[in-house]
């Protein structure tokens, strides 16, 4: 296969010349648009279900919630593993499904054993909630509001409804969750006294307050040309009018809320908190949607945040850099083009001192790129994006991609300047041809010898497998385009750069590669007349280090009676 693709490539080398530009430029405006992370998804699909009861102790939790959850969902198809957590007044929940389950697919499946159980939970318990889909990584963006003018509850108001509102708009964005601060509330703390004194109880003090607060439907009021819809507007919009509401009525005379109680805006209970320079604080953290490109929802949360920024109330500061996932994937990337740069570089060096042609130069060093932004692209067609696993794959790759191309470029270069000096020289483009093909079987294995090096990498398992197998991939592809590129590309361009003008005649051999021959000549015809002392000298460390001498010379004159 590969004589027949090196003559083709020969044949149409302006064909391949024009297809690899093409291939690099359009390979460039592929490769910004790759999914970026810093880990590949390394977890499993999973569901998590949380149930909030209200009052319940976690005992109750345990036997009325999660128990009979984890009943349900017991024999669901595709289902591993269940692990679940009870404490008060909350049900947490984690449902594991097997490798290559579609995660929309498993939703609808607890979906639906969800809704067989919920009716026997305890009075008060809230219908069981799953949780957005989340990378297994999937902490994106913390910002911290922080400040001395305005209230904890304040900040934890803005955060809520504010902030939050307006990133989960951000295509990408799973969730926004708020710790620290006061989450505020509506509190209607009775009076045991004033209860007594008026003679109301707490019943009736719950059925009021759940009762003021709605709109009933009244129906249509209809008139020549229009349409009225008539409602009871009974929402509460403030808090005057909550300490307005009727909490009973005795003997024909209303009692109000705010006689039996005091209505006030408080803090719920705390479960945590959070600081921020040693400052009370509050601390948004970003979720992204399970497969969402890091890099450019950062990007857009981070524009957002700037937004709300400018418009947040004077004396509030806000930080946007409390943790950034997007830093360890740019720093990722800067090292690799880091690498990639220096590593020309010494393939620049190191081709350009042996060979001293900077057209052969120029050809091997075309293939590095090359075979590293078709490795990337295959990596997009198999659906796997670029992370600092796939990174570092490439990065390992860097040193193996040119060895096919230097190997080839140098044959081609030494088989030239041979049919140079023969009295009748042959075709330029035969010697080319001939030149690729007779180091091809021996590029060919020594390219498999690498590959089954990391052969294992590829039969891992579980969470190991899943977070090396894209290393192993990266550096595979790489491996394999680079192979591609030395048998089309390499020869085309040999054929264009190092033929003068069809005369056939390439640059002599270098000065290094002269000096290095003589030096190695002189060595050869100093130690061949030695080959036996040479050999004894090599060998005598491991022959000692196995047995001593004079075992060696007893088995050698068993072996054979003349020694």
């Known amino acids: 296969m590969f004589p027949w693709i090196i003559q083709w490539s020969l044949r149409n080398r302006l064909l391949v010349v024009v297809a690899s530009v093409v291939l690099l430029i359009g390979g460039l405006f592929a490769v910004r648009r790759i999914t970026l992370d810093v880990f590949p998804e390394f977890a499993p699909p999973q569901v998590v279900i949380q149930t909030e009861a209200p009052g319940l102790p976690p005992q109750d939790v345990e036997l009325l919630i999660t128990f009979p959850i984890e009943t349900a969902l017991n024999g669901t198809p595709g289902v591993e593993a269940l692990r679940s957590k009870s404490t008060a007044g909350l049900s947490s929940m984690v449902v594991v499904f097997r490798w290559g389950t579609n995660i929309y697919t498993a939703r609808q499946l607890v979906n639906e054993r969800l809704q067989e159980v919920k009716d026997r939970f305890p009075p008060g318990t809230k219908s069981p909630v799953m949780l957005p889909i989340t990378s297994a990584v999937a902490w994106l963006v913390k910002y911290a509001l922080t ?31 708020s710790i620290g601060g006061e989450a505020k509330q509506y509190q209607v703390l009775l009076s045991s006294e004033k209860l007594l004194q008026y003679g109301v109880t707490v019943k009736e003090v719950l059925d009021a307050v759940r009762k003021t607060n709605v709109s009933v439907p009244g129906g249509f009021l209809v008139a020549p040309g229009q349409e009225y819809v008539v409602t009871g507007a009974g929402r509460i919009s403030s808090l005057e009018e909550l300490r307005q509401t009727k909490a009973a009525e005795h003997g024909g005379i209303p009692i109000r809320l705010d006689q039996v109680a005091t209505v006030r805006f408080g ?78 570089v010494v393939v620049s060096i190191v081709v350009i001192f042996f060979l001293f042609n900077v057209r052969a130069s120029f050809i091997t060093l075309t293939a590095l790129p090359l075979s590293l932004l078709s490795g990337v692209l295959l990596l997009k067609a198999f659906g796997i994006g670029i992370n600092t696993m796939t990174l570092g794959g490439l990065a390992i790759a860097i040193g193996a991609v040119v060895d096919d191309a230097i190997v080839d470029v140098e044959n081609i270069v030494r088989r030239l300047r041979l049919n140079r000096e023969k009295a009748h020289p042959d075709s330029g483009l035969k010697v080319i041809y001939e030149a690729s093909v007779e180091i091809r079987h021996a590029v060919v294995y020594a390219t498999w010898i690498i590959l089954i090096v990391f052969m294992p990498i590829f039969f891992l398992g579980g969470v190991e497998g899943r977070i090396f197998t894209p290393l192993g991939l990266a550096f595979t592809l790489s491996l394999f385009a680079s192979l591609l590129v030395a048998a089309t590309l390499v020869p085309a361009l040999a054929a264009m750069l190092l033929l003068r003008r069809g005369a056939d005649r390439p640059e002599r051999e270098s000065l290094t590669i002269r000096g290095m021959k003589r030096a190695y000549e002189a060595l050869l015809r100093a130690r061949l007349p030695l080959a036996e002392v040479s050999l004894a000298s090599a060998l005598r460390p491991f022959l000692l280090r196995r047995r001593p001498l004079h075992a060696w010379v007893a088995l050698l004159a068993r072996l054979d009676p003349r020694t």
């Open 147 to 177: 400040s001395d003018a305005v209230s904890q509850m304040d900040l934890r108001t803005i955060s809520d409804w504010d902030i939050r509102n307006r990133l989960l708009a951000i295509p990408g964005v799973a969730s926004v969750v």
């Open 267 to 344: 803090p719920e209970f705390k479960r945590g908190d959070a600081t921020f320079n040693g400052k009370p604080a509050v601390i948004g953290t970003v979720s992204k949607l399970f497969g969402a490109d890091t890099l450019t929802v950062t990007y857009q949360v981070e524009r957002a945040l700037e937004e709300i920024r400018k418009t947040l109330p004077p004396g509030i500061e806000m930080n946007a850099k409390v943790f950034r996932q997007a830093s360890f994937i740019e720093s990722s990337v800067t090292n690799l083009r880091r690498a990639l740069l220096e590593g020309g």
